[in-house]
């Protein structure tokens, strides 16, 4: 057996509040280690600035290592954990920027991190393409990291699959009217290529964006190990038939209006802050992959359309 224990956060990040997102990272980090022994903590894409930045990601993009990382790999020491998390990454050259995912290691040490590939909409104006699928040998195995979009690709999970992956850290922001591609494309991914998916979604809304939330751990079967639900709002109460006041003929009482706006003004549910917590068992992936034997069976040499522009 290699049991281990991941945890995945969903945060909602103040817009352009790095300093003020760290220290809220700090405390997520204290309070998951300090309940539990954990193995990996992992939070959303872009979570110590927030998404949508525009030209200010020129601002608040950091190099790897800087500032951030450091504050994060301290709290790595701290705690004897992996931390995996999604910032705006700067080149040398200033104006070569990255959305990126960072991994820290137990030791306080940048493991190392991966340049957002498959970039979508206003990302585009903002970022470079990353061009490398690395991944990281860990204490506990091999680890791929993925950021927001490239989980739409199903080429992207098995690359890092290919090259050893047993477990992938995802890191997005995925929208709130789009939470049923995340649920598919997360189990998706798992069943595909017979492995573990830790995946974080952030919180919370920017300036025109909302976010969904639902962050899971998925097993190579497509088993759900944990699961951040967001909360149902209560169906709203049938209206108590409108009742005629003898001194003002068919008007309504104003208590009777004050109900009605109340409840046009009602909010439905929001996804809540907090974090999930599961033990997994990294030999479920071999053991999956020799029963299913779906990556053995693989015939690479007929999927030369693969690699083909559309």
């Known amino acids: 057996m290699r049991e281990i224990t ?33 193995d990996l903590i992992v939070f959303p894409e872009l979570i110590t600035s927030g998404y949508e930045l525009g030209v200010r990601f020129t601002e608040l993009a950091q190099r790897i290592p800087g500032p951030s990382v450091n504050v994060l790999a301290q709290r790595a020491a701290e705690f004897g954990v992996y931390i995996a998390f999604g910032m705006a990454a700067k080149e040398r050259v200033e104006s070569v920027l990255y959305n990126s995912a960072v991994l820290v290691g137990p030791d306080g040490e940048l493991v190392g991190n991966y340049n ?32 927001g979009w490239d989980l739409a690709f199903p080429e992207v999970a098995r690359s890092l699959t290919l090259e050893g992956a047993e477990l992938l850290a995802v890191m997005a922001n995925w929208e709130a009217d789009q939470m049923e591609e995340w649920r598919t494309f997360v189990r998706a991914r798992s069943y595909e290529n017979g492995l573990f998916v830790a995946a974080a979604n952030r919180a ?8 969904g939330g ?6 190579p079967g497509g088993k759900t190990y944990a699961y951040l639900e967001t909360p149902t709002p209560e169906p709203e109460k049938p209206a108590e038939p409108e009742k005629k006041d003898e001194a003002a003929g068919d008007e309504k009482t104003p208590e009777k209006k004050a109900e009605k706006k109340s409840a046009a003004e009602a909010k439905p549910g929001e996804p809540p802050e907090g974090f999930v917590v ?19 069976a693989r015939q690479p ?9 559309y």
């Open 6 to 38: 991941v945890a995945t956060v969903q945060m909602k990040p103040a817009l352009g509040e790095i300093e003020d997102n760290l220290v809220k990272m700090s405390e997520f980090v204290s309070k998951i280690a300090s309940q539990q022994k954990v």
């Open 116 to 147: 957002k590939i498959h970039l979508r909409g206003e990302e585009r104006m903002a970022f470079r393409e990353g061009f490398r699928l690395p991944v990281f040998e860990t204490e506990f195995g091999v680890l791929g990291l993925m950021l």
């Open 204 to 211: 919370g809304e920017d300036v025109t964006l909302s976010f």
């Open 214 to 219: 639902e962050s899971m751990v998925v097993g």
């Open 278 to 296: 599961a033990r997994i068992d990294l030999e479920d992936v071999r053991r999956h992959r020799e029963e299913r034997q779906t990556i053995q």
């Open 301 to 309: 040499s007929v999927y030369r359309a693969l690699v083909r522009r």
